[in-house]
Structures are given as C-alpha cells and as structure tokens.
C-alpha cells in the first residue's frame, strides 16, 4: 500500500514515527532555550512537526534530527517575524523611537545571556541567536529572517550594541 | 602572524541540549502526528463498471442492489448539441441574407422601371382593398395606377410601391413606414384617414407601410394645387377624398 500519494511506503512511515518521537527532546530544548517559554515551545514544535508530516507527503526528505532542527529552526524564525512586527505596531502606537547606537564594547558577559536576550527586540533576538547561540553563518540567517546579507549585517552590528546596552543596564541594577 | 578575529558574541553558543518534554504534551502531539499520518493514507477506490454511453442506461429501470452511479459524459453529446447549434444559426443567418437581397432586388426593381414615374390625369379613386386576411392578394393594377403594387406581405401588413404625388386614402390602416415626406391627414367628414406622399424629386416611386387595410388609392394631379389640406397645412396635396368604395 502506498503512504503519502504514493511515494511512501509503511515502513518509511514507521521511520518518520520512530524520528519524531525520539528528536522530541531535542527539537524541543532547541526552542525552549531559544524563546524561553515553554507555551511558546510546545506551539512551535507542533507547528515544526506538522510540518514535517507534510513535506513527508509531498517530497523525498531526509529522515534526521538535522531536517527536523531546520524545519524547527523555520519555524522559530516565523515566530520572531511575527513578534517584531506586533513590536513595531505597538512602538508606533506608543511613539517609541529605536535605540541609539552606542560605542561597542570587545568582551561579552554570557552569564545573563538569557536574560539580555529576552530584552532585546524580537528580529535582534532572532539575529543573534540564529548567528551566535546556533552558529549559522550570515547568508543562512539572512535567509531564515527574509532579508539580505546587507540588512542582516546591520541587524547583526545594530543587535549586538542593544545587547551591550541591556547587559550594563542589567550589571547595573544588579550592582546598585 | 596575525591572529584570526574571534567574535565575542561567539561565546553564545550552545551545543544542542535535551530537555524533555511534558509527557502530556508528548503524548498528544504524538497522537496528532499519528492521525496526520493515517490521513494521508490513500482511500481504496470503488471501482465501479463504466457505462459505455450515457444515454444507454437512461431507460432502464435502477435495481435497488446496484449502487447509484453518477457519470460525468465526456461523450459526443456535447458535442452533438454544439454543432446543432451551430447549424440553427447558420440557416436563420442564411435566410436572413436571403430576404435582404431579395428586398434590395425588389426595390431596385421599382426604382429603375420607367413607367412609374408616368403619372396618369387625376381620375376617380380606385378601391384597393386589402384586409388582414388578403393581404397576400395582389393589388388590382388598373391603368390609372400603373406602379402600385405589393411589395412585402406580412400578417396585418403591407408594403405598397407609390409614384410620386399618390394619396391613399386609408380606411383606418396605420402608416408604419414611409419613405418621402407623408402626411396623416384625417378627413373630418368621413372620417377615414388620408395620406399624402409627397416624395423627393429624385424619387419616382415612394414606398408606404400600413397595417390592416388600405381603402383607397388615388394617383396624384400632375400640378399639386395650391389650396392645401384642410387637416394640414404643411403640404401642398389636394384635400383628401373619402373612399368612393369603403372596405368598411
């Protein structure tokens, strides 16, 4: 019998079963540390694994945990599009100007890198954590975030000054 | 040697962690994951027998222990419809050509025969009557109205050839068409309806359309009089005369 318009039998619909149950951990903790909420985690691995079911039915794919982090990784992007323009409709609705640049700063503190994360816009999120917490090189986040390498390089340079500013402003109040 | 550039911001990097899931959460997209599955799973068809034609089984009785079957044709029949239709509008356009040029003829006819544009002495009006039901009948063609002739027959109508100047006094006919400059005049004693062609000089032959009946016809003077119609004073007809003979 055939699976999936007749391009998949049985026992590659077991495979894709057995994959999907066993990369649920990582698909997972690879969302949760990326969005820091578990709501937001569960609604993406979901959408990650339909999505995956689909293009199983559509075309060859890969049966690894690496298609399944990409599917994810997608998905994540679409997540922080969505939350950046909800931000810049509320920023236009508060009259909020965009944070100044400010002179960057060689060394980094990781230790509250979550947190300072977490304060950042979401596309400053998303360009940051895409390049450095996944290590993607610049063309592959200008092509997950829907921009080119130019405006993702600029996002990039524009990020990493937010996140000095909300790292001192942070050290700061822990000081005080 | 110069050292390569280290990004501070390389320091985010995390390796890929494991952080289980809700076993409740686990369990239910799972379970969806499952039944995205089984849908995609092709149904097995109903191979049902296939008529030869669609019409071959319209006169049979339906046997209640065979299933009910809905056939999309994709036979002649549309095809057979269409090019009826084709057909039909060929011969409506075809006998529409047909009377035109018949017409046309019939009127070129009228135009280029001579003897029409001789018009006889006035002399008393001549009956030509015509009812709805005789219209097909040829005019009687006496001497004194050489040209008047039907043209076109329908129902309750018909088309005379006119020489120029000629009254025709209608016994209650409505003038439909006309070519020329006619005039409806309506003689106050009897009643009955008098129509004066006067046609353009070029014209020898003026063509009138009237519905029902004609009653009278009467060839024009050779002078038109300068008294004027009593019912119109725009034309320079005689007065009209009622029907020596009405048809009513």
Same mark, same amino acid.
Request: proline share 9%.
């Given at each position: 019998?055939?699976?999936?318009?007749?391009?998949?039998? @049985?026992?590659?619909?077991?495979?894709?079963?057995?994959?999907?149950?066993?990369?649920?951990?990582?698909?997972?903790?690879?969302?949760?540390?990326?969005?820091?909420?578990?709501?937001?985690?569960?609604?993406?691995?979901?959408?990650?694994?339909?999505?995956?079911?689909?293009?199983?039915?559509?075309?060859?794919? @890969?049966?690894?945990?690496?298609?399944?982090?990409?599917?994810?990784?997608?998905?994540?992007?679409?997540?922080?599009?969505?939350?950046?323009?909800?931000?810049?409709?509320?920023?236009?609705?508060?009259?909020?100007?965009?944070?100044?640049?400010?002179?960057?700063?060689?060394?980094?503190?990781?230790?509250?890198?979550?947190?300072?994360?977490?304060?950042?816009?979401?596309?400053?999120?998303?360009?940051?954590?895409?390049?450095?917490?996944?290590?993607?090189?610049? @063309?592959?986040?200008?092509?997950?975030?829907?921009?080119?390498?130019?405006?993702?390089?600029?996002?990039?340079?524009?990020?990493?000054?937010?996140?000095?500013?909300?790292?001192?402003?942070?050290?700061?109040?822990?000081?005080? | 040697?110069?050292?390569?550039?280290?990004?501070?911001?390389?320091?985010?990097?995390?390796?890929?962690?494991?952080?289980?899931?809700?076993?409740?959460?686990?369990?239910?997209?799972?379970?969806?994951?499952?039944?995205?599955?089984?849908?995609?799973?092709?149904?097995?068809?109903?191979?049902?027998?296939?008529?030869?034609?669609?019409?071959?089984?319209?006169?049979?009785?339906?046997?209640?222990?065979? /299933?009910?079957?809905?056939?999309?044709?994709?036979?002649?029949?549309?095809?057979?419809?269409?090019?009826?239709?084709?057909?039909?509008?060929?011969?409506?356009?075809?006998?529409?050509?047909?009377?035109?040029?018949?017409?046309?003829?019939?009127?070129?006819?009228?135009?280029?025969? /001579?003897?029409?544009?001789?018009?006889?002495?006035?002399?008393?009006?001549?009956?030509?009557?015509?009812?709805?039901?005789?219209?097909?009948?040829?005019?009687?063609?006496?001497?004194?109205?050489?040209?008047?002739?039907?043209?076109?027959?329908?129902?309750?109508?018909?088309?005379?050839?006119?020489?120029?100047?000629?009254?025709?006094?209608?016994?209650?006919?409505?003038?439909?068409?006309?070519?020329?400059?006619?005039?409806?005049?309506?003689?106050?004693?009897?009643?009955?309806?008098?129509?004066?062609?006067?046609? /353009?000089?070029?014209?020898?032959?003026?063509?009138?359309?009237?519905?029902?009946?004609?009653?009278?016809?009467?060839?024009?003077? /050779?002078?038109?009089?300068?008294?004027?119609?009593?019912?119109?004073?725009?034309?320079?007809?005689?007065?009209?005369?009622?029907?020596?003979?009405?048809?009513?």
């Amino acid at each position: 019998m055939d699976w999936g318009g007749g391009r998949r039998g @049985p026992e590659e619909r077991d495979a894709l079963c057995a994959l999907l149950d066993a990369a649920l951990p990582e698909v997972y903790d690879y969302l949760l540390r990326r969005c820091h909420r578990r709501v937001i985690a569960e609604d993406l691995t979901s959408e990650s694994y339909l999505a995956a079911i689909a293009a199983f039915g559509e075309r060859p794919v @890969p049966l690894t945990v690496a298609w399944l982090i990409g599917i994810a990784r997608h998905k994540l992007a679409d997540h922080w599009r969505r939350e950046a323009q909800e931000s810049r409709r509320l920023a236009a609705v508060a009259g909020v100007l965009g944070p100044q640049a400010e002179p960057g700063i060689d060394a980094i503190d990781t230790g509250n890198a979550d947190e300072v994360l977490q304060r950042l816009n979401p596309m400053q999120r998303a360009a940051l954590t895409l390049r450095y917490v996944d290590g993607l090189a610049v @063309p592959e986040v200008a092509s997950l975030l829907g921009r080119s390498v130019h405006a993702t390089e600029t996002l990039l340079v524009r990020a990493k000054q937010a996140y000095r500013r909300h790292h001192a402003a942070i050290a700061g109040a822990d000081h005080g | 040697m110069a050292e390569p550039m280290v990004d501070p911001f390389d320091a985010l990097h995390r390796p890929p962690g494991r952080t289980e899931p809700t076993a409740a959460f686990r369990e239910q997209l799972l379970a969806r994951c499952r039944a995205e599955l089984d849908a995609m799973r092709p149904q097995t068809p109903t191979v049902l027998p296939l008529l030869a034609d669609a019409d071959a089984g319209a006169d049979r009785p339906h046997r209640a222990e065979e /299933p009910v079957r809905t056939i999309v044709s994709t036979g002649s029949r549309p095809r057979r419809v269409l090019a009826v239709a084709i057909g039909a509008a060929a011969a409506v356009l075809v006998a529409v050509v047909a009377m035109a040029v018949r017409d046309g003829r019939e009127r070129a006819d009228l135009v280029d025969r /001579p003897s029409s544009s001789t018009v006889a002495a006035p002399v008393p009006t001549t009956t030509a009557a015509m009812s709805p039901t005789s219209t097909s009948a040829p005019l009687p063609a006496g001497p004194e109205l050489p040209a008047i002739r039907p043209l076109e027959d329908l129902d309750a109508t018909v088309l005379l050839a006119v020489p120029r100047g000629t009254e025709i006094v209608s016994g209650g006919g409505t003038l439909l068409t006309a070519r020329g400059n006619v005039v409806e005049q309506r003689d106050p004693d009897s009643g009955d309806v008098c129509i004066s062609a006067t046609l /353009p000089v070029a014209w020898d032959v003026g063509m009138l359309r009237f519905s029902t009946t004609v009653s009278g016809l009467r060839p024009a003077a /050779p002078a038109p009089p300068s008294t004027g119609c009593r019912a119109c004073s725009t034309t320079s007809m005689p007065p009209p005369v009622p029907s020596a003979t009405p048809s009513r």
